[in-house]
């Protein structure tokens, strides 16, 4: 059954699992010794291809059943890959093996779409490149990344002030073949799974937090110890239906395991700020991860918000369908600080505000914030969506049929694969 605007949101819904703790979790039992089990690991393109990266640096990796068994081998112990290497999509899975490969003595080529191929590495290769490793970019900046890493990594001290999570897990794997203490300073709090993992796994790894700073430092006199793993609920993912289920009154909504690390659910304190009826009915605690189950059941419009730049980095994923949730509440909504949706996937700021207008929402950006004009009036709808592949503004504009008098036309939907293949499935076993 197609979205629209007789829609309303009903059922109990799982996520699938969550792509970042995907990505870490098959990166960080690649370099432990013996057998780890994953469960629920996100079957997305881009942890596909992180998977197979691992395969070609030398972890062993079966899929039985749903269950992914993972031989790792030990921190500078990767094997020299026979090809280059392929992360399709995925910036988090280039970063991310970039830093685990810049501590070892491995010479490599990594590449990507075209579409990854335009975003920014230097922020994360400029601090890989002092521990020792060679590093070379396009035009300085982009992919393909040619590394030659060094199996003599020197331990450092980091300051990280771009915040992204990516940088930071970058530097933190490259830690782990790095002898000596190597120590991090975060400017801003950033998702910390990776952390919560290497304490799970039994790393020496300790995490101090001030009101100003984040500090890491890690020492690799520790092996990483083999791990069972079930991969929590995608939050991100999560964040399409939970929002259509706030817009629209009369929903009812349960999601059942899902990941509510504080660094991932800045849109539920937004969408609850704004009035979306969304009540915590379970949490707990597994592998330093908090879980919960939510209920939504929404019987009031919406209203409008504003998001300071400090707001920002813990929902910046979810920017694309909060721009929905704003077009459809009473008032004007303004996300300040939207630099970093510049580089993402696409010009994320860019392509929102062209697809509000289309469908019939004024919206304006003035030095990277976002103001949209909302009501809870219906949309004209019928805009022609430009996602230019990417998964986010695609899957956020699908939402939007929800709030439009006449559904909008959108071509080229098989991006999704890269973060939410059964997304199109998902949406229609719930509406009613």
């Not at 990594?110 to 400029?126: A, F, W």
């Not at 991090?184 to 796994?201: A, G, V, W, Y």
């Not at 909504?253 to 800045?266: A, D, E, H, P, Q």
Request: some cysteine; overall charge positive.
């Amino acid at each position: 059954m197609p979205l629209n605007n007789r829609s309303v949101i009903k059922g109990t819904y799982s996520p699938p699992g969550d792509k970042s703790i995907s990505h870490r979790i098959l990166i960080l039992t690649g370099q432990a010794i013996g057998k780890s089990k994953i469960f629920n690991l996100l079957d997305g393109e881009d942890v596909i291809n992180t998977l197979k990266a691992m395969r070609l640096l030398g972890a062993k990796i079966i899929k039985k059943n749903n269950t992914y068994e993972v031989f790792g081998v030990p921190p500078g112990g990767l094997l020299q890959p026979k090809k280059v290497i392929d992360f399709g999509n995925s910036g988090t899975g280039i970063r991310l093996i970039s830093g685990l490969i810049s501590s070892n003595n491995i010479n490599v080529k990594l590449i990507g779409d075209n579409s990854l191929n335009n975003r920014p590495m230097k922020r994360v290769t400029k601090h890989l490149s002092r521990i020792g490793a060679k590093i070379n970019l396009r035009k300085l900046t982009f992919p393909p990344i040619k590394i030659i890493g060094t199996g003599n990594a020197l331990p450092l001290t980091f300051d990280i002030l771009i915040p992204s999570a990516q940088i930071k897990s970058a530097i933190m794997l490259s830690a782990l073949n790095t002898n000596g203490t190597v120590k991090i300073k975060e400017f801003k709090t950033t998702r910390d799974h990776t952390e919560n993992m290497l304490k799970s796994m039994k790393y020496n790894i300790k995490v101090k937090e001030s009101s100003m700073h984040r500090f890491i430092e890690m020492k690799n006199n520790k092996d990483l110890k083999t791990i069972n793993y079930s991969v929590p609920g995608d939050p991100s993912s999560a964040a399409f239906l939970i929002s259509a289920a706030c817009l629209k009154l009369g929903s009812r909504l349960i999601v059942r395991n899902m990941l509510f690390n504080k660094t991932r659910v800045g849109f539920i304190k937004t969408l609850k700020k704004m009035g979306g009826n969304i009540k915590l009915i379970s949490k707990r605690k597994i592998h330093n991860e908090l879980i919960a189950d939510l209920i939504i059941e929404q019987k009031k419009n919406l209203n409008s918000t504003v998001l300071e730049p400090v707001d920002i980095p813990l929902q910046v994923d979810e920017i694309p369908i909060l721009s929905i949730v704003a077009s459809f509440a009473n008032g004007l909504t303004i996300f300040k600080g939207l630099k970093e949706l510049t580089v993402k996937e696409s010009d994320r700021l860019l392509l929102i505000y062209e697809n509000l207008i289309k469908i019939g929402v004024k919206a304006e950006i003035k030095n990277y914030d976002l103001y949209i004009y909302g009501s809870c009036d219906l949309k004209k709808g019928s805009g022609y969506i430009k996602h230019n592949d990417d998964h986010r503004i695609l899957m956020s504009f699908y939402i939007s049929n929800i709030i439009c008098k006449k559904n909008n036309v959108i071509k080229g939907k098989s991006c999704v694969k890269t973060s939410y293949p059964r997304f199109f499935k998902d949406i229609s076993k719930f509406i009613n």
